[in-house]
């Protein structure tokens, strides 16, 4: 034999015979790459949403987060960094789950009270959903100079006085056609997770109606011996499945829903399915193939779960700050990335204490 050996086997060769620091420095690894930061401690960062689609000569992919600590939507353009509030809500002190409705631009983002540093106790009564249109633009955005930014129009859709902390929201359906396929179709329904109530409400986004859509009490509800009494948290809907996390019994299950006309509501279609267990998540993201990327807040860390079932850890260590208090993830237009939330580590600091809120991206 006097051909040379392949580089990648010489790579690997000379990967066995480091010391395993350097080994570990070498083998390519997921680096999440911090995209944005606030400068202050206490900041949260708990949800997100892609921006308006690109269009024009715009090419900038924005990202549309919510803020916990403080009521406020902000606008990250992941391409230089920059960060601005789009909108700030009334009577409120923090925002949480965010939705895109079916018209591009449109938002919904859930609304209410509670301290950051009293999580447990969000004021029941204070909840609602409102709508936020972006289609006229962003301020910061008035490029020609015609003085159109910051056409930014906000509307309250609804109280929901009989929740208790609502949290976690999803489209309903959203980009799937399984639920079209099952001839259950309904357009501008949104899907709403209520932590202490343990039950997945819905909002008709046009009429401002809402009702209990799903209510799986052995799936759903918080713990009494949970101290957060966190009930189901994250909610997201994936070809006819409706998936969601509940923290007070460490899981994350979907059940397949379909529309029910004549009670005009989400109804399961199916028994509820364990995707994962033994992990306390926050929100997560679907991937198109079905494979869910896991918020594992407490843990810093973000868990991949195939469409298959198997598991790894995809970014994060306990001590580490990378992706320290993951709140929620969304995947790009092109399915190549993936953007977190975190709160810096405000629920277990990494080594070196908690940090401020960011926005980091992971290529997958
Ligand atoms: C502010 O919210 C509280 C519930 O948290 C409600 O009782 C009160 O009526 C609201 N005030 C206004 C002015 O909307
Ligand atoms: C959910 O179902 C349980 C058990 O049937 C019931 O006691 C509870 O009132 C329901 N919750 C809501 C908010 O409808
Ligand atoms: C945040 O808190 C940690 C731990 O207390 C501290 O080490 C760090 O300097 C703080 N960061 C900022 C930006 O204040």
Known sequence: MHLPLPLSILG??????????????????????????????????????????????????????????????????????????????????????????????????????????????PVPGSWGIYEVDLSGGVAGEDEDGDGDEGAVSVRKMADVPEAGWLNGMALFPSGGTGIQARGGEKAGVVLIADSVNGVIWQLDTQTGTYRVALNDTASMAASPTDPLGLGVNGVRVWRGFVYYSTDSVQAVFRVPVRWDDSSQTVRAAGVVETVALGVVVDDFAVAEDGGLYLMAVADNQVVRVTAAGERSVLAGTRESAQVAGCTSGVISRDGRRLFVTTNGGHITPPKGGEEPAKLVEIDL
């Not at 690109?54 to 403080?70: H, I, K, N, Q």
């Open 12 to 121: 690997t060769l000379a990967l066995l015979f480091l010391p395993p620091s350097i080994a570990q420095a070498i083998t390519p690894r997921i680096t999440p790459q911090t995209k944005f930061q606030y400068r202050t401690n206490g900041t949260w960062l708990e949800n997100l949403a892609l921006g308006p689609a690109p269009s024009g000569a715009t090419t900038t992919p924005t990202l549309l987060v919510t803020r916990m600590d403080v009521p406020e939507l902000w606008s990250i353009d992941v391409s230089t960094g920059r960060g601005e509030v789009v909108a700030s809500f009334p009577n409120a002190t923090a925002c949480m789950g965010i939705t895109p409705l079916g018209q591009d631009g449109v938002y919904a983002v859930v609304v209410g009270r509670l301290r950051i540093t009293d999580i447990g106790h």
